[in-house]
T-cell receptor, first 113, second 113 residues
Framework: QKEVEQNSGPLSVPEGAIASLNCTYS??????FFWYRQYSGKSPELIMS????GDKEDGRFTAQLNKASQYVSLLIRDSQPSDSATYLC?????????????FGQGTILTVHP | EAGVAQSPRYKIIEKRQSVAFWCNPI?????LYWYQQILGQGPKLLIQ????????DSQLPKDRFSAERLKGVDSTLKIQPAKLEDSAVYLC???????????FGPGTRLTVL
């Protein structure tokens, strides 16, 4: 069973701080990794994708990937109350699972003023 | 560009009744997915279509769930008969190709009484 595990939450940070969200995965042949944001009562929204080792920055968001450690993270700088949501890590399988996304259980982030 | 459309947004039925959900993907997206999301969990893939062919339906409970994608565009997901444990949000997503980021519709919240 290929699994995706996210750090247990909920995570609470003050406004302006850095929020760090972590995810580990079990399928070594996974090639693509995604972060989705899901507001309460809404559907998941794609916010970041990363395909190679290292960092990828997009505005206040930085995704980090380490395939050797099977670890992917999302950093949110200068956190805002509007960032309060559930963040879902999704891993795209390789081999016979090519194109199939497996989601983690999500981490609830609360940014308090 | 219009997003993924789904209907209905909400549905309440009695157990053992049947229900159908409809999805229209983003124009030009060949791949369509149906997910089930139970409260507090990440989405779980039920079925994946490439054009009008099934790519993966390994997690679809085929004794009660069925899905089709006629002409490679719209899709319907049916549950017959429904059970209490089918209460969840049913999400439709699409992507331009088999692999890559997926974009979700607003979902259908199903309550089975």
């Amino acid at each position: 069973q290929k699994e995706v595990e996210q750090n247990s939450g909920p995570l609470s940070v003050p406004e302006g701080a850095i929020a760090s969200l972590n995810c580990t995965y079990s399928d070594r042949v996974s090639q693509s990794f995604f972060w989705y944001r899901q507001y309460s009562g809404k559907s998941p929204e794609l916010i970041m994708s990363i395909y190679s080792n290292g960092d990828k920055e997009d505005g206040r968001f930085t995704a980090q990937l380490n395939k050797a450690s099977q670890y992917v993270s999302l950093l949110i700088r200068d956190s805002q109350p509007s960032d309060s949501a559930t963040y879902l890590c999704a891993v795209e399988g390789g081999g016979t699972s090519y194109g199939k996304l497996t989601f983690g259980q999500g981490t609830i982030l609360t940014v308090h003023p | 560009e219009a997003g993924v459309a789904q209907s209905p947004r909400y549905k309440i039925i009695e157990k053992r009744q049947s229900v159908a959900f409809w999805c229209n993907p983003i124009s030009g997206h060949a791949t369509l997915y149906w997910y089930q999301q139970i409260l507090g969990q990440g989405p779980k893939l039920l079925i994946q279509f490439q054009n009008n062919g099934v790519v993966d339906d390994s997690q679809l409970p085929k004794d009660r769930f069925s899905a089709e994608r006629l002409k490679g565009v719209d899709s319907t997901l049916k549950i017959q008969p429904a059970k209490l444990e089918d209460s969840a949000v049913y999400l439709c997503a699409s992507s331009r190709r088999v692999a890559g980021g997926q974009f979700f519709g607003p979902g259908t919240r199903l309550t089975v009484l």
